[in-house]
């Protein structure tokens, strides 16, 4: 889950045609961000037919990708560089999701650490399961009083 990032607005028009069958909608002030409410609005409306399914399917993992596993500070945007990983279903399994995750936190974290930084962005949530699990005592929620199914992720 590396390599070459390309920016351009022709790079993100024709990925997104290519994997979503349409032109997305995109950040006013950056070009190669797709807003995350034009996906989940597109992909509530999707007929359930074959392709579209696969399409719903893209645009779920998508949209998981932008605003839960590889956030920003905006929460409202997702950037293009995650198309190409989309196009080819039978590989998407293969891809180290949780490495990939764990070196953005990583990343934002050492960001975070800078003398001049007000704030922190990217995958809080994930930092939080992570603590609640490692160090109960500052969970939200105790665990005794959780039935198993009710916080599943961060159960496991």
């Not at 399914?53 to 998508?62: G, L, Q």
């Not at 590889?70 to 997702?78: I, L, N, W």
Request: aromatic share 12%.
């Amino acid at each position: 889950m590396s390599g070459w990032i390309n920016n351009s607005s022709d790079f993100l028009q024709s990925q997104s045609i290519a994997i979503f069958g349409r032109k997305p909608e995109v950040s006013s002030s950056s070009k190669s961000y797709i807003k995350l409410g034009s996906v989940r609005r597109i992909r509530d409306a999707e007929p359930l037919d074959t392709e579209s399914i696969r399409r719903k399917v893209r645009y779920s993992i998508f949209y998981l990708l932008g605003s839960t596993l590889f956030t920003d500070k905006s929460t409202a945007y997702a950037h293009a560089k995650y198309l190409p990983l989309l196009r080819d279903f039978e590989r998407i399994h293969t891809y180290s999701w949780e490495s990939a995750c764990l070196a953005h936190l990583y990343r934002a974290l050492c960001r975070a650490s800078r003398y001049d930084t007000k704030e922190m962005d990217d995958p809080l949530n994930l930092l939080f399961v992570w603590a609640w699990e490692r160090m109960p005592c500052i969970a939200p929620i105790l665990r005794q009083t959780l039935p198993p199914a009710e916080i599943p992720v961060a159960m496991r």
